[in-house]
């Protein structure tokens, strides 16, 4: 059996947050987990676009990832 690795906790942890996200009419998608500890993520719905997207990523998807996960360096939007 393959030892879980920090890259493989980032889906969970994204479960997490999404209700947070689809209230407002938005999701987010992963698209990459680096082994540099970057995560990449796309903003959809409502939140693709949003004024306030850059503060939801940086405050709410890269905050609680990095609380959860320590070795998420950053996250970004593509």
């Not at 980032?10 to 999404?18: F, G, M, N, S, T």
Request: proline share 5%.
């Amino acid at each position: 059996m393959a030892e879980t690795t920090w890259k493989d906790k980032v889906p969970a942890v994204l479960e997490k947050v999404r209700p947070m996200l689809q209230r407002d009419g938005g999701d987010v998608e992963l698209i990459e987990v680096t082994d540099d500890g970057i995560v990449k993520v796309a903003l959809r719905g409502h939140c693709h676009g949003c004024p306030m997207s850059q503060m939801t990523l940086k405050m709410g998807i890269e905050f609680e990832l990095k609380k959860q996960i320590p070795e998420v360096q950053k996250v970004v939007s593509i």
